[in-house]
């Protein structure tokens, strides 16, 4: 299906005014305390001041000089953060104002937005059951709209999921270490040892979406629906008590796995919906890794 150009660039607008508030008023300073650099580099050498660490004095300058000198460093502020988004055609569903494709593109955005603020580079992979797209990290915020205005664009997919593969790709072109925002609805499976491997070598966070209808089915009698990857046609009696319970058990147990597989790797994570705001969720993420790093 064609993309309505002009539609777009309406909810790209749309979309970069909400969020861009939202990094002014809730997240400019929390992001940069919580996702540092790769590390630290040499700034300067001065003379040494009292209650200066003793382990930074510089010998050979102290020598020189005949008297105490010390080594400044600084953080080596820039990161590369890499949003690696599903596009499948999963994506596509939303039982209210939104899908889960749009939620997609706004979480990006606010990250995106929050990335180049502090002069980090940003980059996307756009994946369904194959690579559909990869933009190399670049500064600056037409580089952020940028991905939202592709994540947007393919929102008419009708692929399937291939998390790992998409995972893969990443490790093969991202050679530096990134932040990684895994963005999908997870309905894929094997994916478990690649993960592992990727959060080895990255910094990953993976952002679950999810529907309400996809948790609880209404009471609307008989619907015929579509799988959207898959296009399999089935007919499901809503009316049946005994149905919507199991339909409820699977979506819990399928979540409960994901939850568990998330908490063994390691991996943080923001769970998102279509039908309610996600600033409080990435704030929530933020705090746990404020609090992580001061225990360290």
Known sequence: MAVDTKELMKQVGRIRVVTKRLVDEHLSGEYHSVFKGQGIEFDEVREYAPGDDIRSIDWNVTARMGHPYVKRFSEERELTVVFVVDISGSQCFGSGHRSKAEVAAEITCLLAL???????????????DRIDKSIPPRKGRTAAMRLVREVLAAEETRHGTDIAAALRFLN???????????????????????????????????????DPREIELPNVGLVEVEDPET?????????????????????????RLTNEMFRRLKVDNIHLSTDRPFVDEVRKLFRRRQLRARRA
């Open 114 to 128: 929050s990335a180049i603020q502090n002069a980090d580079k940003v980059g996307l992979v756009l994946f369904s």
């Open 172 to 210: 093969n072109v991202q050679k530096r270490r990134a932040v990684v925002f895994l963005i999908s609805d997870f309905m894929d499976e094997g994916y478990e040892p690649q993960l592992r491997i990727t959060a080895r070598k990255h910094d990953v966070i993976c952002c679950p979406i999810h």
């Open 231 to 255: 296009h399999q046609l089935m007919l499901l009696d809503t009316a049946s008590a005994a149905l919507r319970r199991r339909f409820r058990e699977q979506a819990e147990y399928s979540t």
